[in-house]
């Protein structure tokens, strides 16, 4: 990334400058992706590449310019996909231990932790994330809290700098999901938190065609740990993968600033929609995590919750009568995506059955909104 000396660069020209390539007359603009499974090496191994388990130049890149972004002193840790991140990240939990999170969360990050507790007698307690005295409670003889905000799919808003303080003060390590806010809207790491995770398959990446995931701290111990664990684990992504990821990753800003506009309009027009039940969106001042997002976030995400008039049933004809929304699970990328998260038997009963989770992309609002009114207005009929 270029020096300037004067201030600090903003996140959108950190977004297009990092990770890119030395300048030199004749060098390539993008990095170019290394294909080679090892490296010549002999002699008792140094600092330098030597297997492409334990690193290679394209990771490195990314690591530079996403650690860039979240304001984190040390490189990411790219890993295999979100939740080979969620894995690593909550292997800090000892045997017998405890883990807090979330009762509304990544479903999978949940299912995660269910699995530590049956396998490794981790007593996991979920909390309301939006409930600060409630979480801080349950810091109490914690080992790691796993905060996720706003959380996937109910939107709740947790008080990160309050949750991350109460758990500095208890010794308990924070791991905080900023998939759903990415570092343009909230940088837990300079409020304190252990460690960042990401599922980059989602903004970051941008695009659906990548699945991939990523840690970052500020302390070195714990990042060597991170290193050594996706090393032991092998849970590894791909050079082009990585790539591809980077190249994403330069419209991060772009992105997210127009998918952001789209949702908050959206999100004020479905409000008044003789058709939805309930809308979900921290933009919306009636909504429940909206003052609370307006004073810690820089944004307010590009998630909905919807919930039309007419129960699960109504809710599964709106996806069946949209055209231009695509009917799929994940989020994050340029196109409009959504489904109703009670069809996963795995989802939280406590996620409305009607729930319809929206990831708005980038096209034109308009046509976004055209669609689903008549979507709407076809399940209603
Ligand atoms: C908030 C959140 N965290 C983690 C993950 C897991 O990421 P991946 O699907 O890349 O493994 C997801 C995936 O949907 C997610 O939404």
């Given at each position: ?92 939990v000892?045997?017998?231990g405890v883990l807090v ?22 007593e996991?307690r ?12 349950a810091l109490d003889g914690a080992d790691v809290a ?21 758990a500095?003060?208890r010794g308990v390590r ?208």
């Open positions: 990334m270029p020096e300037m000396s004067s201030q600090p660069l903003a996140p959108a020209t950190i977004a297009v400058t990092a990770g890119r390539p030395a300048r030199v007359q004749g060098g390539p603009v993008n990095p170019p992706i290394v294909l080679s499974s090892t490296y010549v090496s002999q002699g008792t191994p140094g600092d330098e590449l030597l297997y492409t388990r334990s690193g290679t130049e394209t990771w490195q890149d990314f690591e530079a310019a996403l650690a860039a972004l979240e304001g984190a002193a040390c490189p990411a840790v790219v890993m295999g996909s979100g939740m080979a991140a969620v894995a690593a990240a909550l292997a800090a000892p045997h017998g999170v979330p009762r509304h969360a990544y479903q999978v990050s949940l299912g995660f932790a269910d699995d530590l507790a049956a396998r490794h007698a981790v996991v979920r909390v309301d994330i939006a409930d600060t005295d409630q979480v801080v409670a796993l905060l996720e905000s706003p959380t996937n799919p109910m939107l709740e808003v947790a008080d990160l700098p309050a949750l991350i303080a109460a500095r003060e924070t791991v905080v999901d900023n998939t759903f806010a990415t570092p343009l809207v909230q940088r837990p790491l300079e409020l304190g938190a252990d460690v960042v995770l990401h599922s980059v398959t989602k903004y970051l990446a941008g695009h659906s065609d990548v699945v991939m995931g990523a840690l970052l701290t500020n302390d070195p111990a714990i990042e060597a740990e991170l290193r050594g664990y996706r090393t032991l684990h092998g849970a590894i992504a791909g050079p082009m993968e990585v790539w591809l990821a980077l190249r994403g990753l330069r419209t991060l800003h772009l992105r997210v600033e127009r998918a952001q506009a789209n949702a908050a309009e959206l999100a004020r027009r479905l409000a008044d929609h003789p058709a939805v039940a309930e809308v979900r969106h921290p933009s919306l001042p009636a909504d429940p995590g909206h003052d609370r997002a307006t004073r810690l976030m820089g944004g307010y995400g590009a998630i909905i919750g919807l919930r039309p008039a007419g129960g699960a049933a109504a809710a599964d004809a709106v996806v069946a009568a949209l055209r231009l929304w695509v009917p799929a699970t994940s989020l994050g990328g340029v196109e409009s995506t959504l489904e109703r998260r009670r069809r996963f038997a795995t989802e939280s009963l406590t996620v409305p059955e009607d729930l319809l989770r929206m990831s708005v992309g980038v096209e034109d609002v308009e046509d976004l909104w055209a669609d689903l009114d008549q979507a709407l207005r076809a399940a209603a009929a």
